[in-house]
């Protein structure tokens, strides 16, 4: 690959792109597909289990004068605390999925102005992945080739030593592990190249997401 293309000019309160609850997931399916082809190359996903450092390691790379998105999972859940709090994940799990799809996709077409790397914190595949496996709709196919990311997707292993629950992480390591398990399958299944973060520093692994882009 070519040498890294130049940061976005965005500042850190532009960075987290709002989500639209009124908006239709078909209509920000056709809008997020509109321009995907020259986008691919520079949308990259940090995935991997929850509770493993992705969170920090997305303000790092922010820090550094990235753009950077924020989980949709969480986003959605910090709106239904705040609202009627009927699409909570342990509330209504399926309701819950729809949203961060939708999330999903907005963030995607929210970002298409940025000029360089836009790092995502989990995003479209994994909130269509975790759909599929609850209700067992084939979204996957329908949005796993037609919204693609960068090629090499990094994914952040279970780290026990660091896991810990929260008012918007309820569910325990055992879940969390289940769902890095199905991530390591379905990334590959669509043609990914999924890289494993280390253990180690913040600044190590940003360094090393950085160097892998450049390969």
């Avoid at 055992?174 to 390591?184: P, T």
């Amino acid at each position: 690959m070519s040498a890294l293309p130049p940061k976005a000019d965005m500042r850190p309160a532009s960075r987290q792109v709002r989500y639209v609850p009124t908006a239709d997931i078909d209509q920000l399916n056709v809008r997020a597909s509109s321009n995907r082809i020259c986008h691919v190359n520079r949308f990259v996903v940090i995935s991997g289990c929850s509770s493993g450092g992705k969170s920090t390691l997305l303000a790092e790379l922010g820090r550094r004068g990235y753009a950077v998105v924020e989980e949709p999972g969480r986003r959605v859940v910090k709106d239904e605390l705040a609202g009627d709090g009927l699409a909570l994940p342990w509330v209504d799990a399926t309701a819950f999925l729809r949203r961060a799809v939708a999330m999903a996709l907005a963030d995607r077409a929210a970002t298409i102005a940025s000029g360089g790397w836009v790092f995502f914190d989990r995003g479209l595949i994994d909130a269509a992945a975790g759909l599929q496996h609850l209700t067992g709709e084939p979204v996957l196919e329908k949005f796993g080739q037609s919204h693609r990311y960068h090629r090499r997707v990094f994914l952040a292993p279970p780290w026990p030593e660091i896991y810990v629950q929260d008012a918007e992480r309820r569910h325990g390591l055992d879940s969390a592990i289940s769902e890095y398990s199905r991530l390591l399958e379905v990334y590959p299944s669509l043609g990914y190249e999924v890289s494993i973060l280390p253990k180690a520093s913040v600044a190590q692994r940003v360094d090393f997401i950085l160097g892998m882009l450049v390969e």
